[in-house]
Nanobody
Framework: QVQLVESGGGLVEAGGSLRLSCAAS????????MGWFRQAPGKEREFIAT???????RYADSMKGRFIISRDQAKNTVYLQMNSLKPEDTAVYYC?????????????????WGQGTQVTISS
């Protein structure tokens, strides 16, 4: 079993930045992929970015340029740097993991999920 714990969410003003962290523990996979998603009230879960074990990344088109995903294999941690934040970025942010290597964009591709961290952007 894999446990994922997100941190780093909070309340920031529009234009600000946040860095989210997701620490993995338990049964971790050296060849795994990890991703970030978000879900705003009344909306479907939305793909943000994913990263493979060797650092290859893929972003949703709408997230390119402002969000940056990275990972530290030694710490079993993945990060999401979010810049130039907007009120419409307000959502619960989730990290997800899969044992398979690939640039997966669908939430159903990830069997392991964190509990989520709230990000609120004030205007």
């Amino acid at each position: 079993q894999v446990q994922l714990v997100e941190s780093g969410g909070g309340l920031v003003e529009a234009g600000g930045s946040l860095r989210l962290s997701c620490a993995a523990s338990g049964r971790t996979f050296s060849g795994s992929s990890m991703g970030w998603f978000r879900q705003a009230p009344g909306k479907e879960r939305e793909f943000i970015a994913t990263i493979t074990w060797d650092g290859t990344t893929r972003y949703a088109d709408s997230m390119k340029g402002r969000f940056i995903i990275s990972r530290d294999q030694a710490k079993n941690t993945v990060y999401l740097q979010m810049n130039s934040l907007k009120p419409e970025d307000t959502a619960v942010y989730y990290c997800a993991a899969t044992a398979f290597a690939g640039l997966y964009q669908r939430a159903t591709s990830y069997p392991y999920w964190g509990q989520g961290t709230q990000v609120t952007i004030s205007s």
